[in-house]
């Protein structure tokens, strides 16, 4: 009774802060993985604007020119059609049914609960494991007259039986959860909610979300769908044929001696122009800083970041600032073909140097194309692409400043010095029931490590060198200029893997996620073989 009662007044106190603080409604990527890939499918068949999929998650209010009905999310129906007035418990909205809705002439909610368990088994090498995770959630949309809205996602889980590190090896964002980490490494939360005002194709949002940006079906070079959820202020804006958004993030990081990095924060601009229906160019403007609170300079949206980061010394030598172009082309019906060029650094003086002067020269670039096969109603989906990170591309010589959250990269999820080949099949067996499979190949130079694991350093007139550190680490930029940057050299490390997952709601309100891994990394510091299989169900969203 006291357990039922704790969850009972926590759901409540949750639904009632919700009612009361927040105002934004966005497609939810984190409980619906359906949505973006109908929007992405409907754009390579018709003749959509292919800015609107470059930023995700969009807008409710702007799904219907995205999607027929049938194919948008649940919370879309009660966003676009006027929900009824007054209070209602467990009311249908189209399909699915939902906790409760409130509504008045200005105020209109709605919320959902959620439980999800998931339960697996993994083998790394000689070590197998089972696991079994559970979790509560509440989820909420609302709107506030006609230009707030806002949402909010709060859940808890625990471990009901196996190892935290079978669970975490399975799900990376796990490990980056504190309390997965600490007592008795049983208990894991999510939180998502922001506060957003929108005014036809503007909106200014300010909270958390998993947020990504890029073209790619697969994974995006600067801002990826995998890495760990910001916290921060999105303003974006849409007028005819020309797209700018702005992002000012914080990050969490952590120095060489594992100490956290004080107020490190990110900043981004995009600015994307379509002269013409299926072509697009945009130009990205990226800075990192820490250690001095928020800097005005950068919280201008209007700045040029890589100029306001030369305006003093301090700022040059501490700031890391990186420069993206970026195309996307539909030639035909059904394909779609794009590319990213990534600059960390560039000398036009030392452009083609091979000695260390050229090492100031930073490349990364993602190509890719995405077809669709009219197999069946709604067709197989493939796409292949090849990126390429150059060594100590996203670091930076102050360690503390690299393009990274919570230690992982906020870009494509691989570690610079190494490229990727990657496929993946999608087929579209119903609007949310898709069974995707992912194959890809990696190659990496990994940096060389000491005896004690540690990054081999060589001490030359009293001062220590990282002399191992071959820009294979994207939290590790020093030492960058002790050798000339070689592409793959290093410990070479060859990593092959696959992933399969039937992803289905059988019915309104029941989903499950069937999913196979295999991982399999020969040579470099840490060879391993894995293969895994989980089996989730969720009853709620």
């Keep these: 009774m006291p357990i039922f009662m704790s969850w009972t ?27 973006l890939g109908l929007a992405f499918r409907r754009v390579l068949q018709d003749s959509i604007p292919l800015q609107q999929i470059v930023l995700w998650p969009a807008p409710l209010a702007g799904l219907p020119e995205l999607l027929p009905s049938v194919e948008q999310p649940p919370y879309a129906a009660w966003h676009n059609s006027p929900p009824h007035a007054g209070f209602q418990l467990f009311p249908n909205i189209g399909r699915h049914r939902f906790l409760a809705t409130v509504s008045d002439s200005l105020f209109h909610l709605i919320a959902n609960l959620s439980f999800m368990s998931r339960g697996g088994h993994i083998r790394y090498g000689d070590t197998s494991s089972s696991f079994l995770l559970a979790r509560l959630g509440i989820q909420a949309f609302f709107r506030y007259g006609k230009h707030a809205e806002g949402f909010l996602d709060v859940s808890n889980g625990a471990r009901l039986a196996g190892i935290p590190e079978a669970a ?24 998502a909610g922001y506060v957003q005002l929108r005014w036809g194709k503007a909106r200014v949002r300010f909270g958390r979300e998993a947020l990504s940006i890029g073209y790619s079906p697969i994974d995006n070079l600067i801002l990826s769908p995998q890495a760990p959820m910001l916290d921060g202020l999105l303003l974006d804006l849409v007028h005819n044929h020309v797209r700018f ?74 700031d890391n600032s990186l420069l993206a172009l970026e195309m996307a082309l539909r030639p035909r019906q059904g394909s779609l073909l794009y590319g990213t060029l990534l600059v960390d650094d560039i000398n036009y003086s030392t452009l083609f140097d091979t000695t260390t002067a050229g090492n100031s020269n930073k490349f990364a670039f993602q190509i890719g194309a995405v077809g669709l096969l009219p ?132 019915l309104p309100n029941v989903i499950s996620f069937f999913t196979v891994g295999y991982f399999n990394r020969t040579g470099g510091n840490f060879p391993l073989q894995q293969l895994w299989g989980t089996l989730e169900f969720r009853f709620g969203y």
């Design 9 to 35: 007044l926590r759901m409540c106190l949750i639904l009632g802060i919700a009612v009361v603080r927040l105002f934004a409604q966005n497609a939810d990527p984190l409980s619906d993985p359906w949505t």
């Design 245 to 318: 958004s702005y992002l000012h993030a914080s990050a969490e990081g952590t120095d060489t001696a594992g100490l956290p990095v004080r107020s490190k924060y990110i900043a981004l601009h995009r600015i994307g122009w379509e002269p013409m229906p299926g072509l697009s160019f945009a130009l990205y403007d990226m800075i990192v800083y820490s250690g001095r609170g928020l800097d005005f300079s950068y919280l201008n949206p209007l700045a040029f970041f890589v100029s306001a980061g030369l305006q003093t010394t301090e700022k040059s030598n501490q």
């Design 375 to 506: 197999i069946s109603t709604m067709g197989l989906q493939v796409a292949l692409e090849y990126v390429r990170i150059a060594p100590f591309v996203f670091t930076h010589r102050t360690i503390v400043n690299s393009w990274t959250h919570l230690n992982a990269p906020l870009g494509y999820d691989m570690q610079p010095n190494s490229d990727r080949w990657a496929l993946q099949l999608r087929y579209w067996i119903a609007p949310r029931i898709t069974l995707t499979t992912s194959i890809d190949y990696t190659r990496h130079g990994e940096n060389f490590l000491g005896p004690d694991g540690r990054l081999l350093t060589e001490v030359r007139n009293g001062v220590v060198l990282p002399i191992g550190n071959v820009g294979g680490n994207v939290l590790r930029g020093d030492g960058d200029v002790l050798a000339p940057n070689r592409f793959l050299r290093g410990k070479r490390s060859d990593t092959r893997r696959f992933h399969l997952q039937l992803a289905a709601e059988w």
């Design 168 to 191: 975490a090896r399975v799900d990376p964002s796990l490990g980056r959860t504190l309390k997965f980490s600490i007592e008795a490494r049983r208990y894991f939360d999510r939180y």
